[in-house]
């Protein structure tokens, strides 16, 4: 068991500072911090304009949607940065589960998220002047923290079709643009097609910002509950998605000996 936390926590951190792109300072700021902050503005200020919903439902949502980016890209860059610096092999001939191994690495990426969720939550309710319920505090946290989590395996599950397929970049990019438009946090979702609806539920974030948003209304925990537990079942569905997918394509690319083929 100390071995396997070991595995998880210390190789989880070491392949964070090693494969993630975005660790230099002016790189995390500007991309991670900076970045996210400047477009929920930009939503907030539309929404005025358009009469949509008022500035706590684009502060939420985007909250929310900000630990995406860190989250995504790193869980892809987890899997693929491996093939790019030629030490996948390596890594997959280790002994160790790569179960384990991978699914690990998610976990710093889901703290870098969940610290730049509550960053921009923060100043865009100093900017914006949105008053969060105390109470609601420690429920937001445990919200976005899951969020967070949900979109690293999310992450991991397209690093893992980047097995299969060279081009995994594309995927991911395509992938936040999805985020942005189907789970609700910058148009309600009452305004959405059905079909964009269902898409929706079957993604992260769309759960946690509802779930979010109940509890800055100061509807309480309970009301928000349901919500956090979807969004829970999200991140499990996608944890073992990305299990199943780097078994299944990892076997792929040994018979097909393009395990280093970018």
């Known amino acids: 068991m100390t071995a396997l936390l070991r595995l998880v926590g210390t190789g989880g951190v070491i392949a964070y500072r090693a494969l993630f792109n975005w660790t230099t300072p002016a790189m995390f700021v500007g991309t991670l911090l900076v970045g996210p902050l400047f477009q929920l503005l930009f939503f907030a200020y539309l929404g005025r304009q358009l009469g949509v919903a008022d500035d706590g439902f684009y502060i939420t949502g985007n909250a929310v949607l900000a630990a995406s980016l860190a989250c995504v890209f790193g869980g892809t860059m987890a899997v693929s940065n491996e093939r790019r610096f030629g030490t996948l092999g390596h890594v997959l001939l280790s002994p160790r589960s790569r179960t384990a191994v991978f699914l690990g690495r998610v976990l710093p990426y889901a703290a870098n998220g969940l610290l730049i969720a509550v960053t921009t939550m923060s100043a865009a309710s100093l900017l914006l002047g949105l008053r969060v319920p105390l109470d609601a505090l420690p429920g937001l946290l445990l919200t976005l923290a899951v969020a967070a989590l949900a979109c690293g395996f999310f992450g991991l599950t397209l690093g893992a079709i980047g097995l299969r397929f060279r081009d995994v970049w594309l995927v991911s990019n395509v992938s936040v643009a999805l985020l942005l438009l189907l789970t609700g946090v910058n148009v309600p979702a009452a305004g959405l097609p059905a079909w964009m609806r269902v898409t929706g539920e079957l993604l992260p974030i769309t759960h946690a910002a509802e779930a979010a948003r ?49």
């Open 214 to 262: 109940r509890l800055v209304a100061g509807d309480g925990f309970r009301a928000a509950a349901p919500q956090l537990a979807a969004e829970l079942a999200i991140a499990a569905t996608y944890a073992v998605l990305a299990a199943l997918l780097l078994k299944v394509f990892e076997a792929e690319s040994r018979r097909r000996a393009s395990l280093d083929t970018l």
